[in-house]
């Protein structure tokens, strides 16, 4: 049983939510978002970075204290509205190559504490807890957690006929992506979709783990506080069939002392190597990794020297680690080493090969990406990937629907 709930949500009002909307903050290039702050007063940019005016180096708690007023004044001069009645709202993404398609509805902290909400990454304490002093200063959260359901006939009916109604948004925005917006608010259609929902027996996040997490340390903090909005968090859920999940790829700074023939000699040790050359070679499934080193792409077959392994051996992220990064490379610590950084599957390899050519970076590594049924298997086993594993779309605009504390 999966339960969901409507709320009273706070929004831009329409015809300003092209511009108050805006991608996740880390997102923004320092130039890109010096020129959002100056050009446009309406972006939300301007609630999240609040001490951007007077170029102010100010403490966590300043600045959030700082979001919270700036919040208000966005809501003070109008630029927000708050809805009178709970309501879902279903949401349609196009990008340049997908459309995604997700209900925005309040998910329960107890069914994430019970493992109704799986999950299949692990978190970073000191994060989990700066966004739960964030989520307790300011008093909102705008950026659900992306969580997927099994494909659902009756659900995916309803969707098609919702989209044929008015929104009560419809905009597009600088990278060219269409934003649509419907409010369900009728009675019939909440309740229907509740029924739903509850006949789902197990939902899985596919992002936002950390959000989740810090949205379960405060309620644990506050749960003896009369505030039943803390018993869930905003969550955008969207079947499985229309996550659309990349890789990270890899590169590293150096060879941890090693020459090109010694690095190579040592890789033919668990993979078949075959030059490339020039050719932008990709891997094509499990098992396959590229590699960009001195100019030349590689590509690299893993030998599966183990006949039984384990899910998390079976990883493609896993055996990079296993046999490459930690034994040949030295790179033990996958999120906190400055060796090794990471690039969304979603960019060209042209960008992996532009950093290595540079010569900031020594060598990159193509990974294929994981499939949601790998992941589901993980999570039903409560098993983690690895760091850096998935880069999953879509995204949400942040400062389009905004849940109050």
Known sequence: MSKIIPFKAVRPTSDKVALVTCRNYDDYSPAE???????????????????????QKITLDKRFKGVAHKYQDFKNEGTFIIDETPAFFLYQIDTKSQTFTGLVA???????????????????????????DYLHQTGFNTEPVLITYPDNEDINNWITKKLKEQPVYHFATTNKEKHTLWKVDADSEINWLQKQFENIPELYIADGHHRSESAELLY???????????????????????????????????????????????LSDHFIIKSKEQELWKPQGKFEFGMYLDGCFYALFYKQETKNPSIIENLDA?????????????????????????????????????????????????????????????????????????YIEPKFRSGLLIYEL
């Open 220 to 266: 644990d903090q506050y749960r003896n506080v009369e505030n039943d909005k803390l018993d869930y968090f905003m969550s955008f859920l969207i079947a499985e069939s229309n996550v659309k999940i990349y890789e990270f790829n890899r590169i590293i700074r150096d060879l941890n002392g090693y020459t090109k023939e010694v690095f190579l000699e040592k």
């Open 106 to 132: 309040g998910t329960s902290i107890e069914e994430y504490k019970t493992n109704i909400i799986k999950k299949h990454e692990d978190t970073l304490q000191y994060r989990v807890e700066l966004f739960k």
């Open 318 to 390: 896993q055996i990079l680690y296993d046999k490459v990064l930690l034994p040949i490379l030295g790179i033990e610590d996958l999120r906190n080493d400055e060796r090794i950084e990471y690039i969304p599957g979603k960019q060209s390899i042209l960008t992996l090969k532009e950093l290595v050519d540079e010569g900031e970076f020594e060598v990159g590594f193509m990974l294929f990406p994981s499939d949601i049924k790998e992941i589901k298997t993980l999570a039903d086993k409560n098993l983690i990937m690895p760091p850096k594993s998935t």
């Open 33 to 55: 978002l010096a020129s959002w702050l100056n050009f446009n007063p309406y972006s939300f940019l301007h609630i999240i970075n609040p001490a951007y005016v007077h170029a």
